[in-house]
């Protein structure tokens, strides 16, 4: 689109149609939320759950390109929106937003440049997630460890034979599958000075990251320290199976609710080379398949769902990040962080975040293709190198095959 469309929609119910998978158990906020905008606007928004996660939800967005059941809205997740982007089905969304008088300056700026390419940004931020440590503070007690997260790797080395002896559990329960597992491991890449890539080049065949995760598979099968869930780490973690464990935010609210006993919360320990911990999450975009009107509308409510009066209503019911700068020291999340300190831990770990990898979420199956390397790795105890191998130059392929030939020269 060249230009934001001009004069207001029609002030009749309209539908406009979200594609989602409701992050965080989000549905009944969702729904509060879009109930006071068509108060406010009179423009109807009919809530369409896609799917159970972001992958099911963008699966269903690509197959049904070129349809009338294209959605206005779409959820637009950390390693789904660039794919959107290259195949031309989302819209770029600067001048709409200028034209809406969006405030973008207001946005967390690395959550909102996590949609810029080309000098253009495709999406605006909405259930923003960081990994998060949480751990058992009754175990913690027992074991005799102060009342924190373990600042590093190596300090967990050593707590670990405390927290097995006192607890009688797995010190750390890990989760599995796409759109985690490369998510959640980039805090022991990073950490340990490596990187899946550096712009489009693959860089798992340097000693930093082939360490990295030679140190996930020796806290599985050497040490016994940390274990891969079968299912649900959080599940395992809330049941008292394990002593600590990865998260995200957004599980925040769940998690406290869930547990039985008292929550910890601590940013990711530290590598060699330091703190690393992604941003993730999702943000919404709007197809560009829509028609001038329904791309109005669809802004509309944008504006409105990610206002500072919203995202902290969101945020303080969920535990994903307020996306607004404005929300973060406002009255909402200051209560929130009274009566709930945890939170607080989220958002002061964001100010440390890093944009990820492009190898992980440019890619085509980038993710996908990371996720099968390291549940070798963690799974079947395979040889790091041999499996990082096989994911670069699948992504390498996959760049060269579905990236490459869409970039502007």
């Given amino acids: 689109m060249s230009r934001p469309p001009t004069g207001p929609p029609s002030r009749r119910p309209r539908r406009s149609l979200g594609g989602r998978n409701h992050p965080g158990t989000s549905k009944e906020l969702e729904s509060k939320i879009i109930a006071d905008f068509a108060k406010e606007t009179g423009i109807k928004v009919n809530l369409v759950t896609a799917g159970a996660n972001y992958d ?156 990295a995760a030679k140190y996930l598979q020796k806290i599985i099968y050497t040490d016994k320290s940390a274990v891969v869930t079968a299912k649900d780490q959080v599940a395992d973690f809330g049941a008292g199976l394990t002593g600590c464990t990865i998260a995200s935010t957004g599980s925040l609210t769940g998690i406290i609710a869930a547990a039985k006993f008292n929550i910890g919360t601590g940013f990711l320990p530290e590598g060699a080379k330091g703190p690393a911990c992604p941003t993730g999450g999702t943000g919404l975009a709007i197809p560009a398949s829509k028609s001038p009107e329904q791309q109005l509308a669809a802004g509309m409510f944008l504006k409105f769902l990610t206002n500072a009066e919203n995202t902290a209503y969101f945020s303080s019911n969920t535990g994903y990040m307020p996306v607004r700068t404005s929300a973060l020291e406002g009255e909402t999340m200051q209560a929130v962080y009274a009566k709930t300190p945890q939170f607080r831990t989220a958002v002061d770990q964001l100010a440390g975040t890093r944009v990820q990898d492009w190898g992980r979420v440019f890619v085509p199956n980038g993710d996908k293709d990371l996720t099968t390397a390291l549940e070798k790795i963690m799974l079947q105890q395979g040889d790091p190198a041999e499996a990082f191998a096989t994911a670069s130059t699948s992504i390498a392929k996959s760049y060269e095959e579905n990236v490459k030939p869409y970039l502007k020269a």
């Fill in 56 to 211: 099911e939800v963008a699966q269903k967005f690509q197959a049904a390109s070129g349809s009338s059941n294209v959605p206005d809205l779409v959820i637009a997740s950390d390693v789904w929106w660039f794919r959107y982007m290259i195949n031309g089905q989302i819209l770029p969304l600067d001048k709409l937003a200028a034209h809406l008088d969006f405030g973008t300056d207001d946005f967390n700026k690395t959550l909102y440049n996590d949609y810029e390419f080309g000098d253009s940004h495709w999406a605006v931020p909405y259930a923003r997630s960081t990994p998060l440590f949480y751990y058992n503070k009754a175990v913690w007690e027992k074991a005799g460890l102060p009342d924190r997260a373990p600042k590093t790797w190596t300090e967990f080395d050593e707590w670990a034979p405390k927290i097995q002896a006192a607890g009688g559990v797995t010190p750390l329960g890990l989760g599995k599958g796409n759109s985690w597992t490369a998510w959640w491991f980039c805090n022991m890449l990073w950490g340990a000075g490596g990187a899946y890539s550096k712009d489009w080049t693959m860089t798992l065949d340097t000693p930093e990251a082939v360490e």
